[in-house]
């Protein structure tokens, strides 16, 4: 067993946006199959009709393409363990219905809805099981005729688990090690209805990781309960041999408070729980994503990598490559993961800093579009370069980088108030003539012959700054003041303090 090829999957239900713990649980799969050299299946859970929403599958195709995290097979990829829609696998699960059904492990129920209702009314916490079974109508306590005739007729039936009562079930699990529930709990699941002649969730389930050979069951918490009813039903195909072994992650946890991280806890607090923006094709609602909202993909993979484990150490910035290197599924966490959003932030700012400024002033161009600006690319690299460590995404390097761009149409009052002299007119327009003196405009040169000037003249280095900069900023923000005048130029550079001169006279 230990030799076995290494093989997840992901396999979301097509229900709408993937939530960010969706995407959590598929980067955990990567890592591990990729630190294995195993395989990452790419699986869609589509059996159940009523909760399909169209643009879901798709939306969670771009949503990893975004992201990074690659797959080697399954919808979209290929692969020979296909179809990877369950939908496109109805008659492989009919079969496998049939084998429990002949087997005795499974057996056929026609009990109606409105049945149930009025067993559930008479028998408090009713429950399907060894207990009651064999006051309902199914095929355990009818004539293999009678079910043969209805099932002919095309009366409308499931097939449910016969559960043996008052067995202790093992579960074996990574993270959480052995957890043991008495079967006794456990209800008739039903594995298939015939009105759609689809099978459910827990039955598709496990004959696709059974048949696709997944090794390693890697995803949330809220499927543990689940799990005892899985390791059943592998017993009941005879395939125990080859159970994958189970590892539930930890619940994201609210920023704020108890329990689960929900949309409405995103929309309440202001950041989006899904990686990119969705539109709701029922209801028109428009949900914010991590992309539209300016987070770098490298960002959030290290953000999420975090949220339920750790290297065992205090580094926090890891590459993915990093990721798949140190990565260890035993090492999870148990308790939740608290949804740190400004840690988020953080990482976003952290990976601003980490990038190439022309990567990031690829980035920033469409922003400077928007706002009608058009600027030579090396221009945008040096502004980035100077001004990128101040900022959380990059759409705020346009706030803070403006004035490199547009020259100032007003002056803010109280920096003027303060910071423009009496002698200031005067002292600019000689600043001017320095500065159209010189041949070489680099920050060098300027900065060499300005404080000479200042020297020379006896001038108050302070007053003659921070005048200026309100000439080339308009306030008295930015960063280093050759910086600005050498990446302005010297033409720019001029008018602007010229202006300012005419203005603020
Ligand atoms: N289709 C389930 C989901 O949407 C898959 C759960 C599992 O990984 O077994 O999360």
Not at 18 to 45: C, K, M, P, S, W
Not at 400 to 427: G, H, I, L, N, Q
Request: proline share 5%; with cysteine.
């Amino acid at each position: 067993m230990s030799e076995r090829k290494v093989r997840v999957r992901f396999a979301p239900s097509p229900t709408g946006a993937l939530h960010i713990g969706g995407v959590r649980t598929a980067l955990y799969n990567y890592l591990f199959a990729r630190q294995h050299g195993g395989d990452l299946i790419f699986r869609i859970e589509d059996t159940d009709s009523n909760r399909f929403v169209p643009g879901a599958e798709e939306y969670i195709i771009e949503s990893f393409k975004w992201l990074g995290i690659t797959f080697d097979e399954g919808v979209s990829f290929g692969g020979n363990f296909g179809p990877y829609r369950q939908s496109e696998r109805r008659d492989i699960y009919k079969k496998y219905v049939q084998v429990l059904l002949d087997n005795d492990k499974a057996y056929i129920a026609f009990d109606t809805p409105e049945e149930l209702d009025a067993k559930r009314k008479e028998i408090p916490n009713f429950q399907y099981d060894a207990s009651t079974r064999m006051t309902m109508r199914n095929s355990l306590t009818m004539s293999k005729e009678e079910v043969d005739a209805l099932v002919a007729e095309g009366k409308q039936y499931v097939v449910r688990f016969k559960i043996e009562p008052n067995e202790d079930v093992h579960v074996h699990d990574i993270i959480r090690g052995e957890v043991v529930i008495n079967s006794s709990i456990l209800d008739d699941k039903v594995l298939y209805k015939s009105a759609d002649e689809l099978p459910t969730y827990h039955l598709a389930n496990i004959v696709d990781d059974h048949l696709m050979e997944v090794s390693h069951v890697i995803r949330g918490e809220e499927w543990l309960p689940s799990a005892p009813l899985h390791v059943l039903l592998y017993r009941a195909f005879g395939w125990e041999d080859t159970m994958p072994e189970f590892a539930h992650l930890p619940l994201l946890l609210k920023p704020d408070g108890n329990g689960k991280l929900s949309k409405r806890d995103g929309d309440r607090l202001g950041f989006p729980v899904f990686p990119l923006e969705w539109h709701d094709p029922k209801t028109g609602e428009v949900s914010s994503g991590y992309r539209e909202s300016g987070y770098l993909p490298e960002a959030v993979i290290n953000f999420l990598a975090l949220l339920g484990w750790n290297p065992g150490n205090d580094q926090e910035i890891m590459s993915l490559d990093e990721l798949v290197q140190l990565f260890n599924l035993s090492h999870c966490s148990k308790a939740g993961a608290k949804f740190d959003f400004e840690k988020g932030k953080w990482f976003n700012h952290e990976y601003i800093l980490k990038k190439d400024n022309a990567e990031i002033a690829a980035l920033f161009m469409p922003v400077l579009k928007e706002n009608g600006i058009e600027a030579p690319m090396d221009k945008v690299i040096t502004v980035v370069g100077l001004m990128k460590d101040r900022v959380s995404f990059i759409k705020d390097l346009w706030g803070t980088c403006k004035f490199f761009f547009v020259a100032p149409m007003e002056y803010d009052e109280k920096t003027t108030k303060k910071r423009w002299k009496e002698d200031s007119p005067e002292r600019m327009l000689e600043l001017a003539d320095v500065l159209e003196a010189l041949d070489d405009f680099s920050l060098e040169n300027q900065e060499k012959v300005v404080m000479k000037w200042i020297e020379d003249k006896g001038y108050h280095l302070g007053n003659i700054m921070n005048a200026f900069r309100l000439t080339l900023v308009g306030e008295g923000k930015g960063p280093h003041m050759f910086d600005i005048s050498a990446v302005l130029g010297k033409e720019e550079t001029l008018r602007r303090i010229r202006r300012a001169v005419e203005v603020l006279k």
